[in-house]
């Protein structure tokens, strides 16, 4: 897709805080590849700019999430149309992102097919069930099921219908497909995408023993997510150490 010659954009692009996104956004991607939750180089990760909500940083298609860096990023419009940036742009990833930013109002958004969170949307339960692992408990409440599997979202419709299905949830299992995970920061996005992960984990393996599951109280659960949520500084020292560690 052709580059959009913009003198706001190329300002932006360049701007102190938008490079120090376009570095976060490139270490989720490099964490993401380095903890096993890429697939290829399919899936996609995005931020709404601060100064503009309806541009967002989007990593580019055809590379590895384990090679991207901050210069690869690319900015986009809510149309789709590139604006800044030296790599293509993946269709699905502009009619899902768009749509999510836009109708979800979420500033960042990352999505996969991460193995054992995907591995629950073909099962009848679709997803995540937020009452059994201490780790699942952080999600209660925040969760959306999207059962409905359409294809490959290759038109506006049905990055819309996506977004319309979450509902506002932080986190929405789409059926026979992935995950969407959204948060108010990177760091925050992507500590919650990997214990996502790991709380499906968790589930898959506990189901694989054939007994019967144990979930608590449906007030317990709500009563962790609220002290998980009030703790957010674990989010921003686990993507610090990913900063010292992912190269």
């Given at each position: 897709?052709q580059?959009?010659p913009s003198?706001?954009?190329?300002?932006?692009?360049h701007?102190?805080?938008?490079?120090a996104?376009?570095n976060?956004?490139a270490l989720?991607?490099r964490?993401?590849?380095?903890?096993?939750l890429?697939e290829g180089?399919c899936n996609h990760f995005?931020?709404?700019?601060?100064?503009?909500?309806?541009?967002?940083?989007?990593?580019p298609?055809?590379l590895h999430w384990g090679?991207?860096?901050?210069?690869?990023i690319?900015?986009?419009?809510?149309q789709?149309q590139?604006?800044?940036?030296?790599h293509?742009?993946?269709p699905t990833?502009?009619f899902i992102?768009?749509?999510?930013?836009?109708?979800?109002?979420?500033a960042?958004?990352?999505h996969t097919h991460?193995?054992?969170?995907t591995?629950l949307?073909?099962?009848?339960?679709?997803?995540?069930?937020?009452t059994?692992?201490?780790?699942?408990?952080?999600?209660h409440?925040?969760v959306a099921v999207d059962?409905?599997?359409?294809?490959?979202?290759?038109d506006?419709g049905?990055?819309?219908r996506?977004?319309?299905a979450?509902q506002?949830?932080?986190v929405a299992f789409l059926?026979?497909h992935?995950?969407i995970?959204?948060g108010e920061r990177?760091?925050?996005a992507?500590?919650d995408?990997?214990?996502?992960?790991?709380?499906?984990?968790?589930?898959v393996?506990?189901?694989?023993?054939g007994?019967?599951?144990q979930?608590v109280?449906?007030?317990?659960a709500?009563?962790v997510?609220a002290?998980?949520?009030g703790?957010?500084?674990?989010s921003?020292?686990?993507?610090e150490s990913?900063r010292r560690?992912?190269r």
């Amino acid at each position: 897709m052709q580059v959009l010659p913009s003198n706001e954009a190329q300002a932006l692009f360049h701007d102190a805080e938008v490079r120090a996104l376009r570095n976060d956004l490139a270490l989720a991607l490099r964490a993401a590849a380095h903890h096993g939750l890429g697939e290829g180089v399919c899936n996609h990760f995005s931020t709404a700019l601060p100064q503009r909500p309806d541009w967002f940083l989007l990593n580019p298609r055809g590379l590895h999430w384990g090679e991207v860096q901050g210069h690869d990023i690319v900015l986009v419009d809510a149309q789709g149309q590139a604006l800044a940036g030296a790599h293509p742009i993946e269709p699905t990833a502009l009619f899902i992102h768009a749509a999510v930013h836009r109708i979800a109002g979420k500033a960042c958004v990352l999505h996969t097919h991460m193995p054992y969170a995907t591995a629950l949307t073909l099962t009848d339960l679709r997803g995540l069930d937020t009452t059994l692992s201490q780790n699942a408990m952080r999600f209660h409440g925040r969760v959306a099921v999207d059962a409905d599997y359409n294809g490959l979202a290759l038109d506006a419709g049905e990055g819309e219908r996506i977004a319309r299905a979450m509902q506002g949830a932080d986190v929405a299992f789409l059926g026979n497909h992935g995950v969407i995970v959204c948060g108010e920061r990177i760091g925050w996005a992507y500590d919650d995408l990997y214990y996502l992960e790991r709380a499906c984990m968790h589930q898959v393996i506990a189901l694989s023993t054939g007994r019967p599951l144990q979930p608590v109280q449906p007030a317990l659960a709500a009563r962790v997510a609220a002290q998980t949520a009030g703790e957010r500084m674990q989010s921003d020292l686990f993507f610090e150490s990913l900063r010292r560690m992912v190269r």
